[in-house]
Nanobody
């Protein structure tokens, strides 16, 4: 059974920092391309950051967010600094066996349950 458990969401004020974590069982994360997505109410799921042997970020979070992985702990992280109200949404981590680092959600096979991040002004 594959299980991807996400934690770290919550309510914060603009300018604060928050770290999200995804811990996996049933799969070994170093065999996958990994990414973070977010979805605001009424909007499509949006690529935020991805990591394989390099890192990629959507323009709106460059310089503020950092994606990383700890292979020994089988865990993916997203460090979010200088949070803005526009960052509000449900955040998901995802794993892609093809290691494509695609920005399309359909290319990812495994997903976390999602966690709410709310940033107040």
């Amino acid at each position: 059974q594959v299980l991807v458990v996400e934690s770290g969401g919550g309510l914060v004020q603009a300018g604060d920092s928050l770290t999200l974590s995804c811990a996996a069982s049933g799969i070994t994360l170093w065999n996958y391309g990994l990414a973070w997505f977010r979805q605001a109410p009424g909007k499509e799921r949006e690529f935020v950051a991805g990591i394989t042997w390099s890192r990629e970020y959507t323009d709106s979070v460059k310089g503020r967010f950092t994606i990383s992985r700890d292979n020994a702990k089988n865990t993916l992280y997203l460090q979010m600094n200088s949070l803005k109200p526009g960052d509000t949404g449900v955040y998901y981590c995802a794993a892609d066996a093809s290691v494509s680092l695609s920005r399309a959600p359909s290319n990812y096979e495994y997903w976390s349950q999602g966690t709410q991040v709310t940033v107040s002004s």
